[in-house]
């Protein structure tokens, strides 16, 4: 019997792992419902069934390995060709991937398996897919599937990189043969690896190798290399080949000469698939335009990362501390002091960096999830849909990609339910039959920007304004105000998918409240809807710049400083009363405010002799920020502000400073946006 | 004629069990050495036929010994003796021009059977 925390750890291990899987799969199916002819998507499929198999029978979740098993047996017919793939069946498999999500997520609230009816989703499966059920077959799948398998690895295997590719080219090109080795390293586990790399390394003095599975350049950290296979081409043949591996500790040998012309035959795309192994140029090509975004990657529990980031900032902190302490020092003792600070200070900044990093994944992983809600949405609403996903490879704070997950998927359903029109509005629009909803995502200056567009009907200004009864002068800007208050729809009708318009409102305060982030909606009637997300990078540390006005102390992001000036006050013009002032700038002028002003308008402005500005650049445009001193440029570790403390939404946060002093960190998108 | 071989370990205990097993597999055992610096002055002085190189040493490690050797001697057979769990050094000593390696603690045969085929090439 196993004692209870290691059983809790294997349900753990075996959560993170299904989870990961599922993922996969359910992109792996997607794809293949565009492109039912791809072999090697089939052959990803079985290969992820058949892990969920195996994983899901050895912790005992039988119902669940059951219907992954179901699932690989169809899979491996599709793969030996016994079964076409047709879009009932296909419908058919990804109902039982939804019941296996829903299994697992059962299992994660501690529920288990058991109460997930999936007997009859497996009877339509057998049917479908020509299956005899359970009773009548007893003992052929199993060789079967003992020999898919093995075969399984060699699959893999001959998905070239270009590098890869690039490899065979050169070989063919010297009039070489290709020839397959595999080998079984023996000894202890850990030492595989190296026993492993010893061949590798004993052939690459007289072969040129192509490619090693698994990798043994980069080798994945939980690698077993219980069986490795290396690629690879010579001039030698098989007798003065086996020479160079003739290693200890190593079993299994087995040396293959790769038939002629086989590289030849996968140059063409057009040639048919050699029995069992597909072409390798083809299927190179094939991986490369799927573009997955795939790492190796261990998981590491937020929480942890969250401390870790605390401590850094407490470093920080430290540090700064440091270089003020070595400012009041004697200059022998102060030279060395200064001395460990820099090496501090370089050890700190890398740690951020990796930190930081650490926290960080391509937003990708949450748009992954979108091309199967809009294709399920799409199916049921009876509308044809193009969904296009930009900025996947766009880093996002780990804790994001939970919080954006509701407010994205409600978005793309008020596109596609209330936006997009059926096929016969479009056409009689003129429109293409299919609609489009495009999904984005960039970093932009500091900030993330999400958005989500669709070509649809957009808005229907008069609608609202009957509705809300609005005055006949509100502008659409005003109008769109309303579709922000809670409970407001125009819809008549309640649809099952968005019900009542609850939704933007939940959306909006979802961003504001939770991810101090900001919500805009700009439509143009009849050309569609477009929803743009701007959150806060969450967390930071900035390169800043410390000013001063009066008692306090502010800090701006050096990224958004173009100069630092000092400035007359007789040289502030103002053209009129009521705009901003200005001052001489680069030739032209710039508009110049007071932060004093900014901060409190009812303050009248101190007329300093002198003052301090600092010209702030936004998007292409500059504003000089007048402040009483500008003190020194540091690393400040931001943190949330209390929107008790931020009425004008001026600043993005708050920092202590290295001597203990409080700096509001500024908004400067803000401060540009209202000094004009 | 009996192959010389030159053994460098720190620890005195493990030269025991290879000289043991080198005589019983009828090796001549040319030197030893118990530091880096050791195992390359000896190797550039008695020019043995093979060498058996403990990684962890004193007064540079057997990495760099190694690296030492080979450049003054390409054609040096080298066989590397390390503990568990330094699978990263052997890569790099395997990239470096190792032969083979062994992991201690090892069998005497399994000593015997690597030089066997690290001295046949």
């Known amino acids: ?676 | 004629m009996a192959k010389r071989i030159l053994i460098a370990d720190d620890l005195s205990f493990i030269r025991l069990v290879q000289r043991e097993a080198l005589s019983s597999g009828g090796y001549q055992i040319v030197g030893e050495a118990s530091t880096g610096r050791e195992a390359v002055e000896k190797y550039l002085a008695l020019k043995p036929d093979l060498l058996v190189l403990d990684i962890t040493m004193p007064e540079m490690n057997g990495l760099a010994a190694m690296n030492r050797i080979l450049q003054a001697d390409p054609g040096a057979r080298i066989i590397i003796c390390s503990a568990i769990g330094q699978q990263s050094l052997i890569v790099e000593a395997i990239k470096a021009g190792a032969r083979d390696f062994i992991v201690k603690p090892f069998k005497p045969e399994r000593l015997l059977r690597a030089i066997g085929k690290a001295l046949e090439k």
């Open chain 1, 1 to 676: 019997m196993m004692p209870e925390v290691e059983e809790h750890k294997l349900l753990h291990a075996f959560l993170e792992e299904s989870e990961e899987l599922l993922e996969k799969l359910s992109q792996a199916l997607l794809e293949l419902e565009k492109e039912p002819e791809n072999l090697q998507l089939v052959h990803e499929i079985f290969r992820l069934t058949h892990s969920l198999k195996s994983e899901s029978a050895l912790i005992g979740f039988n119902n669940l390995s059951e219907l992954a098993h179901r699932l690989e047996d169809v899979f491996e017919r599709i793969r030996s060709g016994a079964l076409t793939l047709r879009q009932e069946l296909l419908d058919v498999i990804l109902s039982a991937a939804d019941l296996i999500h829903e299994m697992v997520s059962r299992i994660t609230r501690g529920e288990g398996d058991e109460d997930v009816d999936f007997r009859s989703l497996l009877g339509e499966l057998a049917r479908l897919a020509g299956i005899p059920r359970a009773e009548e077959r007893a003992a052929s799948p199993g060789e079967a599937r003992e020999a898919a398998s093995r075969a399984a690895p060699a699959a893999d295997y001959f998905r070239l990189s270009p590098l890869e590719r690039a490899r065979v080219r050169d070989a063919q090109d010297r009039g070489e043969s290709f020839y397959e080795l595999a080998f079984r390293p023996e000894g202890e586990a850990l030492m595989k690896y190296p026993r492993a790399y010893l061949v590798l390394n004993n052939l690459e003095q007289t072969a040129n190798v192509v490619k090693t599975v698994p990798d043994l350049d980069e080798p994945a950290e939980d690698e077993s290399f219980t069986q490795v296979r290396i690629l690879f081409s010579s001039e030698l043949g098989k007798t003065e080949l086996a020479r160079c591996f003739d290693v200890d500790q190593v079993s299994g040998i087995e040396l293959r000469r790769l038939p002629e012309g086989f590289w030849q035959r996968s140059a063409g795309p057009a040639a048919p698939p050699a029995e069992g192994v597909p072409p390798a140029e083809a299927l190179g090509e094939a991986e490369a335009t799927r573009g997955r975004v795939e790492r190796s990657s261990v998981r590491v529990d937020t929480r942890k990362l969250d401390e870790l980031w605390q401590l850094v900032g407490e470093l920080v902190h430290c540090r700064a501390r440091y270089s003020l302490l070595a400012g009041g020092l004697a200059s022998e003792e102060r030279l060395e002091l200064e001395r460990l600070t820099d090496s501090l200070e370089r050890i700190t900044s890398q740690m951020q960096q990796a930190v930081m990093q650490t926290r960080m994944v391509p937003i990708s992983v949450l748009f992954n999830k979108f091309p199967r809600l809009v294709r399920d949405l799409s199916r049921k609403l009876g509308k044809n849909v193009e969904l296009e996903l930009l900025g996947r490879e766009t880093e996002i704070d780990r804790s994001l990609v939970e919080a954006l997950s509701d407010p994205l998927t409600h978005l793309i359903r008020n596109s596609l339910d209330h936006g997009l029109e059926t096929v016969e509005e479009r056409l009689a629009l003129g429109k293409p039959a299919t609609g489009r909803v495009t999904i984005s995502a960039q970093q932009r200056g500091g900030k993330i920007v999400v958005e989500v567009s669709d070509d649809g009907k957009g808005l229907d200004f008069e609608r609202i304004r009957r509705r809300a009864q609005a005055a006949p002068e509100a502008t659409d800007e005003e109008l769109t105000g309303y579709i922000f208050l809670p409970g407001f729809s125009t819809r008549e009708d309640v649809t099952e998918l968005s019900g009542r318009g609850v939704g933007l409102d939940v959306v909006a305060t979802r961003i504001k409240e939770k991810l101090k982030g900001e919500v805009l909606v700009s439509s143009s009637p009849g050309a569609g809807l477009l929803t743009t997300i701007i959150l806060p990078l969450t967390l930071t540390i900035l390169h800043s710049l410390i000013v001063r006005v009066r008692q306090s102390f502010y800090a701006i992001p050096m990224q958004d400083i173009e100069e630092t000036l000092q400035v007359e006050p007789a040289s502030l013009r103002r053209p009129l009363p009521e705009a901003p002032e200005r001052l001489p700038y680069g030739g032209a002028d710039v508009a110049a405010v007071r932060l004093e002003s900014l901060l409190d308008s009812s303050r009248p402005a101190e007329t300093a002799s002198e003052l301090h500005g600092v010209v702030l650049q936004q998007r292409g445009r500059n504003v000089c920020l007048l402040v009483d001193e500008v003190e020194e440029e540091q690393d400040v570790v931001v943190k949330p502000i209390a929107e008790l403390l931020n009425p004008k939404h001026l600043f993005s946060g708050v920092s202590v400073l290295g001597d203990g002093r409080i700096a509001f960190l500024l908004d400067t998108a803000r401060v540009v946006e209202l000094t004009e």
